[in-house]
């Protein structure tokens, strides 16, 4: 079974730039889930999907960061324009579903490495 | 909120040896899950063993076992027999409702040969 394929896998920009990340989940899942990872820190939930809706985007900085996942598959990440503190990995995992109280569990891709100079 | 605190930034074991890390959480939730996760160089996050809050018994998945204290609020890592392949981060994690995971900072454990 193919995993979580993100790319790329490194992107370096300058501030005020515009980038976009991709991810291709695990084949019928149904949640998908984008994560910014701070050097030193671990992964902060930036945005959560069940099909093509959103469950959660309480932590995405809505003035620069987008995300969409359009017919429920794969889903593109965007950061406009980017500033150095945008410096991270980005990843994104994926889940069979999601629910209040069961547990599911989420499969991470490899991640896109971010360095905005 | 929940919130996630791994006090160890890094941690040294000799090979074969075994190496405990800790984890403390804050919840006011009753149901949850814990997780530890691996986070080797190549930054994929690998699940390495989970525990549902509702077991008294600590979950154990081969060399990995916590110990899950829920009173404490504390909910640690023992990797026994420790192998050089063991070396990375290693992230704690939590989860209530919604399967959002709450990520800890961290710990660096590193392997002696």
């Known amino acids: 079974e193919a995993g979580v394929a993100q790319s790329p896998r490194y992107k370096i920009i300058e501030k005020r730039q515009s980038v976009a990340f991709w991810c291709n989940p695990i084949?019928?899942?149904?949640?998908l889930y984008w994560y910014q990872q701070i050097l030193g820190q671990g992964p902060k939930l930036l945005i959560q999907f069940q099909n093509n809706g959103v469950v959660d985007d309480s932590q995405l900085p809505k003035d620069r960061f987008s995300a969409e996942r359009l017919k429920g598959v794969d889903s593109t990440l965007k950061i406009q324009p980017a500033k150095l503190e945008d410096s991270a990995v980005y990843l994104c995992?994926?889940?069979?579903?999601?629910?209040?109280?069961?547990?599911?569990?989420?499969?991470f891709g490899p991640g896109t490495r971010l360095t905005v100079l | 909120a929940q919130t996630v605190t791994q006090s160890q930034p890094e941690m040294s074991v000799q090979e074969a040896e075994t190496v405990t890390l800790s984890c403390t959480y804050d919840t006011s939730e009753s149901d949850y899950y814990l997780f530890w996760y691996k986070q080797p160089p190549s930054r994929q996050m690998i699940l390495v063993i989970r525990q549902e809050a509702y077991k008294q018994q600590n979950a154990t998945e081969n060399r990995f076992s916590v110990n899950f204290q829920k009173a404490a609020k504390s909910f640690s890592l023992k990797i026994s027999d420790s192998q050089l392949g063991d070396a990375a981060m290693y992230f704690c994690?939590?989860?209530?409702?919604?399967?959002?995971?709450?990520f800890g900072g961290g710990t660096r454990v590193l392997v002696k040969p």
């Open positions: 995992a994926s889940s069979l579903d999601w629910a209040e109280t069961v547990y599911n569990e989420q499969f």
């Open positions: 994690a939590f989860k209530a409702a919604g399967n959002k995971l709450t």
């Open positions: 084949s019928g899942h149904a949640t």
